[in-house]
């Protein structure tokens, strides 16, 4: 995670820790908990994880891409090994 996230979320935890919910009363919705917080935490996380999956996809087809130059290379220099084997060969 970027520095500037793990910043954003410490923040966010550390506004919800510091104004805990009060214990909530038989009728009324809680007037101070942390719902919003978690929730831009979520989403904060939520965008973090997506661009890093993209970033591993995004790695992971370049490494086939140059997977297969490489593989393309092999082939065109066992070719070029083998014709100077058998232009060894002939000229014997």
Do not use: Y
């Not at 973090?48 to 086939?64: F, I, K, P, S, T």
């Amino acid at each position: 995670m970027k520095a500037a996230a793990v910043s954003a979320a410490m923040l966010v935890l550390a506004g919800c820790a510091a104004n805990p919910a009060p214990p909530p009363l038989a009728s009324a919705p809680a007037a101070g908990d942390c719902r919003a917080e978690v929730g831009r935490l979520r989403a904060l996380l939520a965008v973090e994880v997506a661009e890093r999956q993209r970033l591993m996809r995004v790695a992971a087809r370049r490494e086939d891409a140059m997977r297969r130059q490489l593989d393309a290379m092999k082939s065109i220099e066992r070719s070029i090994l083998e014709r100077e084997d058998r232009v060894r060969s002939e000229s014997r």
